[in-house]
């Protein structure tokens, strides 16, 4: 294939197909693109991807078909952890109970199968163990929109490396998951408490056959 078309003015979709928290995110992201040169667009339907360069996949809940990443140059992805390790879902809740504050960002190119394709950028999100979960997905989504930046501002395409080592699967959360568990202190817990979702999935317990959530926000 060749490369000239680097170095053109490019087509570029930025594609979320849920609404949700990164939503701003990928409208700062076209507004980005666009200032440096480039044509993005924002798609939310996979469907209404059209042809063109480059596609970003961010914030996306469905696989997408081959025949629509046909339509595109480069279809890329931007994974919250060091794939292979921690594929599939929530990799920065799973990776911030485990006691982590330097999350792996990577950026990938897809390949038709999750989390499995070859690897060109990679970064790291740097936390000090007090943010909540708003902040969490504020710098999480800052960073998704940098190293997306960051690939298209590269004299020459970056390239891409196949992912190597041992890999491990991170599972879908539930609203099950944010239980706490009276017996322990909110030392203990406080991990879980920094990643809970106040509105959609908050953390609760249960006293005396009685279920109660709690919310947590930092005070002023």
Known sequence: MSEDWWTHKRTVSVVTDTEGWFDPFALNLVRRINDSGDHAQFVRDQNQVPEGDVAFYLSCLKLTPDAI?????????????????????????????????????????????ADTGPIVRQSTISFEGHELNDEI??????????????YLTAETRPVAVAQTGEPTWYPRRRPADSELDPEKTIAEQFQLLRVVDNERYPAFFTIGGQTYTLKIAKAD
């Open 137 to 150: 997905r504020d710098a999480l989504g800052r960073s998704i929109v940098d190293i997306c930046v960051e």
């Open 69 to 113: 990443l046909a339509r595109n140059r480069i279809n890329l992805v931007v994974h919250a952890s060091a794939l292979p390790k921690g594929r599939g879902f929530s990799p920065v809740v799973w990776q911030i109970l485990e006691g982590l504050n330097e999350i792996p960002l990577t950026l990938f190119e897809m390949d038709g199968t």
